[in-house]
């Protein structure tokens, strides 16, 4: 089964701190790997995405950091902020000609003012 | 704009009742996806239609099925409910069918199943 597991279930950040949510896949076929942020009673917003090709994304506060060979990448959000107090879904895809997303279990963030 | 659309929003049923959720997506869009959202767990793909074509199907029973309008709306249409079906439904739509294209999502259907 095409998994993705992400870590931590929970995490709990001071303002301006960092907060990093890791996510590690199995398939290699998987070329497009989107981070989604969703707040109670909404859908999963898209946040940032990567494709294997580089290492690294950076939008605004939001990074993701890509390993290939390790099938890692993980989201950085710098000096965080209580607004960013969200679930957090990491996920993978295949760009080919169907979409389905598999996506991770989610993290909890709470940014403590 | 409107975004992706979905009603019911919340919605109650009992075991072995069969339910229709509807979805509109962002105009100009012609693919339509659906998930499963059990409740402290990741989004789960059940369909994706396009140019109403089903183009991908996830790991879910045949109670499940789902069909796109030509306007390129779509229903998930769900038998025999069971108490696990209680989740929140989500629709997404995307320009394309494949590729990278954002995927936005609407705000989701609540089913309880009792």
């Known amino acids: 089964q095409q998994q993705v597991k992400q870590s931590p279930q929970s995490l709990i950040v001071q303002k301006g701190g960092i907060s990093i949510i890791n996510c590690a896949y199995e398939?290699?076929?998987?070329?497009?790997f989107p981070w989604y942020q969703q707040f109670p009673g909404k859908g999963p917003a898209l946040l940032i995405a990567?494709?294997?090709?580089?290492s690294e994304k950076k939008e605004g506060r939001f990074t993701i950091s890509f390993n290939k060979s390790a099938k890692q990448f993980s989201l950085h959000i710098m000096d965080s902020q209580p607004g960013d107090s969200a679930t957090y879904f990491c996920?993978?895809?295949?760009?080919?000609?169907?979409?389905?997303?598999?996506f991770g279990s989610g993290t909890q963030l709470t940014v403590l003012p | 704009d409107a975004g992706v659309t979905q009603s019911p929003t919340h919605l109650i049923k009992t075991r072995g009742q069969h339910v229709t959720l509807r979805c509109s997506p962002i105009?100009?869009?012609?693919?339509v996806s659906w998930y499963q959202q059990v409740l402290g767990q990741g989004p789960q793909f059940i369909f994706q239609?396009?140019?109403?074509?089903?183009?991908g199907r996830g790991n879910f029973p045949d109670r499940f099925s789902a069909r796109q309008f030509p306007n390129y709306s779509s229903e998930l249409n769900v038998n025999a409910l069971l108490l696990g079906d209680s989740a929140l439904y989500l629709c997404?739509?995307?320009?394309?069918?494949?590729?990278?294209?954002?995927?936005?999502f609407g705000p989701g259907t609540r089913l309880t199943v009792l």
């Open positions: 997404a739509s995307s320009l394309r069918a494949g590729g990278v294209d954002t995927q936005y």
């Open positions: 398939n290699t076929a998987f070329d497009y």
């Open positions: 990567i494709r294997p090709d580089v």
């Open positions: 996920a993978s895809d295949f760009s080919g000609s169907a979409r389905q997303l598999t």
């Open positions: 105009s100009g869009h012609k693919s």
């Open positions: 239609y396009y140019e109403k074509e089903e183009r």
